[in-house]
């Protein structure tokens, strides 16, 4: 699995409180800290996506 952040990211720090191993805050917008999620992460990525306020996180399996 592989997570994404879009430009639609406004920021609100919800999927670092969620899966913090995954996502970080960079300047402007969160993005992913790393190339594929370990799969114990793998629910709580997607759970991140699916508490995005703006839909911003792509899933691709």
């Known amino acids: 699995m592989k997570a994404y952040v879009t430009e639609d990211c406004i920021a609100c720090g919800r999927c670092i409180e969620i899966c ?17 999620v370990p799969e114990e992460y793998e629910n709580a990525t997607q759970e991140a996506a699916d508490e995005c306020p703006t839909s911003a996180i792509v899933i691709k399996r």
């Open 20 to 36: 913090p191993e995954v996502f970080e805050m960079g300047e402007d917008i969160a993005h992913a800290k790393v190339d594929v």
